[in-house]
């Protein structure tokens, strides 16, 4: 413990343990948080764009993730550097906002930083850095409001939105079949989209996998898939026509509340037991045949007596189906969910027009398709693939489209990709930067050279040279005034993005701008770190 004594002799504690803490003051504080922050966006940084590599990742159990989203990435390697906690934290805002351009805020935060650092070096106070950049973020989102484009879609020609997730998919390991997933991710939404509140609940959406098969296999189920199977093998394998019991109550005779035991000392008292257990279960499925059940769904499960009784009495049944698939079930068949058998009735039963048990491969892996429901307010998207790992990664670049598609019908204004976007973001910040008479024009400019980081991470992702690349197509975005003109990744042989159908939401660029922007302001403004010591 460290003392200190006022004018008065009296003691005061600096700092308790100190000889058990490090201590970082002033510049050599934010230069250190720097460094921690360059070294998460190193790993991020050759993930960006359509030649983006994967990573592959190894959790502490063994499980295995290979992956190029920015999210996942930064969520599986455990960043133990609070400043590096910060970015993830800071992708993961991106994620659950937009749910797209989770590297790119992440490698535009670190770069914004990085250019921060050559500033204090020469002597600038770090806020006065930080409101060169809000000044600098101002401008950006005036010019990205310029230079977005409004996207006509509607349910009969939504083309405008298929290429914009194709957009999105072209970075992912799917790239090889992006127009079909694509067109399936746009479906599923234009399906659950209310599209004159413009709003979209993605719970809706369900994303299935099972390894096996093709990319190319997967497929839109109008309707619910359920990885479960009818609870007895002599149960029919189709069903058409449907009346479909959804029920959260078992089937089971009923157990008292209190503590009971029972005296069992003669064979008539035990046949006695058995009947009337025996007519608690027929009571259960009469009451379901007199509904005019064909299909029972029931949460939980039931023992081979009620199994029995079931099938003797042709009344399919599904067990142990988890409560949000139940939800998803009721909205999607127009069914009432029924707590008990004596509330069951004709007009709390759904309907849909086939129920099929689907088997896959060599395997004893099925599962149940129910299609044709009244309301298409519940889909699932059946992803198929090579092995678990393709599975995953395929059901996250699907939800990185799916954001997309909900973030058009929200707002269907769009920004070219490439990096046209950040280039003439930088062109716009740099002219503006002339005409400020502070400090914070240093800022400004620092800002505008940070934007550059995504076309030359995008150049040299794709095995361009980036500098040339970078600076060939802004001079020619200066010259012909001309803000579509991007890096051609794909070597189409034009930089015009209009013309190769590059896209991104303009809520997600914006988005990207103003997070790594106040990430960057919270970063300067530290000041003073102290830790725990580990070698004290």
């Given at each position: ?389 393709v599975v995953e990664e395929t059901k996250r670049s699907l939800h990185d489209a799916l954001c997309v598609s909900r973030n058009l019908v929200r707002d269907n204004h769009v920004v070219y990709g490439g990096g046209a976007a950040e280039m003439a973001c930088s062109l716009a910040i740099q002219a503006v930067a002339d005409t400020v008479a502070g ?20 150049a040299e992702n794709s095995g361009l040279a980036p500098i040339d690349s970078v600076t060939e197509v802004k001079a020619r975005q200066l010259a012909e005034n001309n803000p579509y003109l991007g890096i051609d990744c794909v070597d189409a042989g034009t930089n015009d993005m209009r013309e190769q159908n590059v896209f991104e939401t303009l809520i ?29």
């Amino acid at each position: 413990m460290s003392l200190a004594f006022d004018e008065y002799g009296r003691p005061f504690i600096i700092l308790r343990e100190q000889e058990k803490k490090s201590r970082v003051k002033g510049i050599d504080a934010v230069k250190q948080n720097i460094q921690a922050a360059k070294a998460v966006s190193r790993v991020l940084r050759t993930s960006l764009g359509p030649k983006g590599m994967d990573k592959m990742l190894q959790s502490s159990d063994g499980d295995v993730v290979i992956t190029n989203d920015g999210a996942t990435i930064l969520d599986q390697m455990e960043v133990e550097n609070q400043i590096g906690k910060l970015l993830v934290e800071l992708s993961k805002s991106q994620d659950q906002e937009i749910g797209d351009g989770t590297t790119g805020v992440v490698v535009l935060a670190s770069s914004l930083l990085e250019h921060a650092e050559g500033l204090l070096d020469q002597g600038l106070h770090p806020l006065r850095i930080a409101e060169g950049y809000e000044m600098a973020c101002k401008v950006a989102i005036d010019k990205l409001d310029e230079i977005g484009a409004e996207f006509d879609f509607t349910a009969d020609r939504p083309e405008p939105l298929v290429k914009t997730c194709m957009t999105t998919l072209s970075s992912k390991i799917v790239g090889r079949c992006k127009r079909r997933l694509a067109e399936m991710c746009v479906d599923a939404v234009l399906d659950v989209a209310d599209i004159e509140r413009k709003d979209v609940n993605l719970d809706l959406i369900k994303l299935e996998g099972k390894s096996g098969g093709r990319l190319e296999d997967s497929s839109l189920v109008q309707g619910i898939l359920l990885d479960k199977e009818f609870s007895h093998p002599q149960m029919p394998k189709v069903l058409t026509d449907v009346k479909i019991a959804i029920l959260t109550c078992p089937f089971e005779p009923p157990k008292p509340k209190i503590k009971h035991k029972i005296d069992i000392d003669s064979v008539e008292k035990f046949e006695a037991l058995r009947e009337q257990e025996q007519q608690y279960f027929r009571d259960m499925v009469q009451k379901c045949k007199d509904s005019g059940a064909d299909l029972i769904i029931c949460q939980w499960g039931f023992d081979d007596e009620a199994n029995h009784l079931l099938m003797h009495h042709n009344l399919p049944a599904v067990r142990w189906v988890g409560g949000v698939e139940i939800e998803l079930l009721a909205l999607a068949t127009g069914a009432r969910i029924v707590p008990r058998f004596e509330e069951l009735s004709a007009d709390k039963l759904g309907f849909a027009k086939v129920v099929r048990e689907v088997g896959f491969g060599t395997t004893h892996d099925k599962q149940l398709v129910i299609e044709g429901c009244p309301n298409t307010n519940a889909v699932t998207i059946f992803v198929r693939g090579g092995n678990k790992m393709v599975v995953e990664e395929t059901k996250r670049s699907l939800h990185d489209a799916l954001c997309v598609s909900r973030n058009l019908v929200r707002d269907n204004h769009v920004v070219y990709g490439g990096g046209a976007a950040e280039m003439a973001c930088s062109l716009a910040i740099q002219a503006v930067a002339d005409t400020v008479a502070g400090v914070e024009q240093y800022g400004m400019r620092a800002f505008a050279d940070a934007l550059d980081i995504i076309p030359l991470s995008l150049a040299e992702n794709s095995g361009l040279a980036p500098i040339d690349s970078v600076t060939e197509v802004k001079a020619r975005q200066l010259a012909e005034n001309n803000p579509y003109l991007g890096i051609d990744c794909v070597d189409a042989g034009t930089n015009d993005m209009r013309e190769q159908n590059v896209f991104e939401t303009l809520i997600g660029k914006r988005q990207q701008m103003f997070l790594a922007t106040q990430v960057c302001k919270m970063i300067l403004k530290i000041d003073d770190i102290i830790v725990p010591n580990d070698y004290a």
